[in-house]
């Protein structure tokens, strides 16, 4: 039979690692990962934008391909603010986890059938609240910053209004 003091260091141990592993590790992923992608992003449409620029400077007749240039920036730079923002939104709201988790170690009887269970079941359903709004919250920061998204969904259900009547 396992010792109670053995098994409370045991359980704390499984919360801390479960905290890291399933909430604060894949955060820090998606943070680097966008960052470094964002990073990416903006250091080819700088160079795009100067590499059209100096080609424009030594021809006099402006292509349409360089005209569409800055066009085309300004769409990346659209597209590195939406990466961000969802990154930002995922990385926020799922940390909410790895902290109830990390409190539950913490605290002592922060934990469901303890001194702090009430509180411990508050928290967890605001926790549930705060994963739906991550999932619901990606649908609307597309359709803020993407033109071509939106465009596409208007089109979507104004073909579905026209088949339904």
Not at 40 to 69: G, T, V, Y
Not at 122 to 146: C, F, K, P, T
Request: charged share 15%; hydrophobic share 45%; aromatic share 10%.
């Amino acid at each position: 039979m396992v010792n109670t003091s053995e098994s409370i260091v045991l359980y704390r141990f499984s919360n801390i690692y479960e905290s890291l592993l399933y909430n604060v590790l894949p955060a820090i992923l998606i943070l680097v990962f966008s960052t470094t992608l964002v990073v990416h992003m903006k250091r080819h449409a700088s160079w795009r934008l100067a590499a059209s620029h100096q080609s424009a400077n030594h021809n006099e007749s402006i292509s349409a391909h360089e005209q569409r240039a800055p066009r085309k920036y300004a769409a990346d730079m659209r597209v590195s603010k939406t990466v961000l923002c969802i990154a930002a939104a995922s990385c926020i709201l799922g940390a909410l986890y790895a902290m109830r988790s990390l409190l539950a170690v913490a605290i002592p009887g922060f934990q469901p059938m303890q001194a702090y269970g009430g509180e411990y079941g508050m928290v967890s359903r605001s926790l549930l609240l705060a994963a739906e709004i991550n999932s619901s919250v990606n649908i609307i920061i597309y359709y803020r910053m993407g033109s071509k998204f939106r465009m596409t969904l208007k089109r979507l259900y104004r073909k579905k209004d026209t088949e339904s009547t």
